[in-house]
């Protein structure tokens, strides 16, 4: 296999990171064939990100009247919030090809040079997880992004020559979980930036809806917003919960979603009414019956739970404080009166408040 067939066919956002479904379920093949279904094809049918969208429309807009390729765009945000989708959606817009690949897939200059002199005009190339890209890889990304070129070594010592090749104009577009560990140089090369947000209930809803009508799943609407309301902001995990409890329906009724199969079904996997699974409920638990309610280090609560720091401090941790349960402190992390409550517990005079986190 060649290295563009190893780089052009690199899977797309979330694959290989510790999954942020709170059903903690491995996704199998077909479980990503579904969310490919579930995907929408413009920006039109997008739901939710309306700032974003409206951006992004005259960014293309503008770009189609003047018969040129569009800026680089990059996307950041935590994961599950439609980057992907959207960089699909931008190669539909502009009727291109795309190409996909990720940070991590550019481990040489070789890796990219391949994908890049491949290319056609006017092609998208998405690079997710871009800030994991390898220092040699993203230094030649400067020059193709800035001038449609690449310069291409051959030989090695004394010897070794330099060959200019040029690209035909084409639109990268990045996405980041981490926009901070992007280097400068990467970062000003992008001429439009798009931050996606945390989704409200609302929005959400009308997630779970439409996916429901595309997987012909017969559900109420207090059942769709039940599922909306324990999706912690995130329609990848949305879709994922309505699948389970269509599992249920399935086989514990008569395949319609109510309200009441809607909390049976996420009772069953473990997702309680604010949208904590077993890990999340793990960490609040060490954090209070274990250490008082803090403050606690990271890399103690991995311990404590059986879990790696990193997977603590990114798929539990963001969440548990967006949610009011968890402070960050300079001395570690703290519970706050919520999470003593949500455990059924009195918190201790000390605790730190709702008000008290800003």
């Given at each position: 296999?060649s290295?563009?067939?190893?780089?052009?066919?690199a899977?797309?956002?979330?694959?290989?990171?510790?999954?942020d479904?709170p059903?903690?379920?491995?996704v199998l093949?077909e479980?990503?064939?579904?969310?490919?279904s579930?995907?929408p094809?413009?920006?039109?049918?997008?739901?939710g990100q309306?700032?974003?969208?409206?951006q992004?429309n005259l960014?293309?807009a503008?770009?189609?009247r003047r018969g040129?390729?569009?800026?680089h765009?990059?996307?950041?945000?935590?994961?599950?919030?439609?980057?992907?989708?959207?960089?699909?959606?931008?190669?539909?817009?502009?009727?291109?090809?795309?190409?996909?690949?990720?940070?991590?897939?550019?481990e040489?200059?070789g890796?990219?040079?391949?994908?890049l002199?491949n290319?056609m005009?006017g092609?998208v190339l998405?690079?997710?997880?871009?800030?994991?890209?390898?220092?040699?890889?993203?230094?030649?990304l400067?020059?193709a992004?800035e001038?449609f070129?690449?310069?291409?070594?051959?030989g090695?010592g004394p010897g070794?020559?330099?060959i200019?090749?040029?690209?035909?104009?084409?639109t990268l577009?990045?996405a980041t979980?981490?926009a901070?560990?992007?280097t400068?140089?990467?970062?000003d090369?992008?001429?439009?930036?798009?931050q996606?947000?945390?989704?409200?209930v609302?929005?959400l809803?009308?997630?779970?809806?439409?996916?429901?009508?595309?997987?012909?799943?017969?559900?109420e609407?207090?059942?769709?917003?039940e599922?909306a309301?324990r999706?912690?902001?995130t329609?990848?995990?949305?879709?994922r919960?309505l699948?389970?409890?269509?599992?249920?329906?399935?086989?514990n009724?008569?395949?319609?979603?109510?309200?009441a199969?809607?909390?049976?079904?996420?009772?069953?996997?473990?997702?309680?009414e604010?949208?904590?699974?077993?890990?999340?409920?793990?960490?609040?638990?060490s954090?209070?019956?274990?250490h008082g309610?803090g403050?606690?280090?990271?890399n103690t609560?991995?311990i404590?739970?059986?879990?790696?720091p990193?997977?603590v401090?990114?798929?539990c941790?963001?969440y548990?404080?967006?949610?009011?349960?968890?402070?960050?402190?300079?001395?570690?992390?703290?519970?706050?009166?919520?999470?003593?409550h949500?455990?059924g517990?009195?918190p201790?005079?000390?605790a730190?408040?709702q008000?008290?986190?800003?």
């Open positions: 296999m290295d563009l067939e190893k780089t052009e066919f899977l797309p956002e979330g694959f290989g990171r510790p999954d479904s059903v903690g379920l491995t093949p479980e990503r064939d579904v969310e490919k579930l995907r094809k413009s920006i039109n049918e997008f739901i309306p700032k974003v969208r409206e992004l960014v293309l503008g770009a189609r040129v390729t569009p800026d765009i990059l996307l950041s945000g935590p994961p599950g919030l439609g980057k992907t989708t959207m960089a699909m959606i931008i190669a539909q817009e502009l009727g291109t090809s795309l190409r996909m690949t990720s940070g991590p897939a550019l040489r200059a890796d990219l040079a391949a994908m002199s290319l005009e092609d998405f690079i997710d997880e871009i800030h994991r890209i390898a220092r040699p890889a993203e230094e030649m400067y020059m992004m001038d070129r690449i310069d291409v070594i051959v090695k070794a020559t330099s200019p090749l040029e690209i035909p104009p084409f577009v990045g979980t981490r901070g560990m992007l400068g140089p990467l970062r090369r992008f001429g439009f930036t798009a996606m947000e945390f989704y409200s609302e929005d809803t009308k997630v779970v809806t439409r996916a429901a009508s595309i997987l012909g799943v017969s559900i609407p207090d059942a769709a917003v599922i309301s999706s912690r902001g329609p990848r995990i949305a879709n919960l699948r389970r409890v269509r599992d249920w329906a399935d086989v009724g008569n395949g319609h979603v109510d309200l199969a809607a909390r049976s079904a996420l009772a069953v996997f473990d997702v309680d604010l949208g904590l699974d077993r890990l999340d409920r793990a960490v609040l638990d954090l209070i019956r274990g309610g403050p606690v280090g990271v609560l991995a404590a739970v059986g879990e790696e990193g997977t401090e990114e798929v941790e963001p548990l404080v967006r949610a009011g349960l968890m402070a960050r402190t300079g001395r570690g992390r703290v519970a706050t009166a919520s999470a003593w949500h455990l517990m009195t201790p005079p000390d730190p408040g008000l008290d986190l800003f």
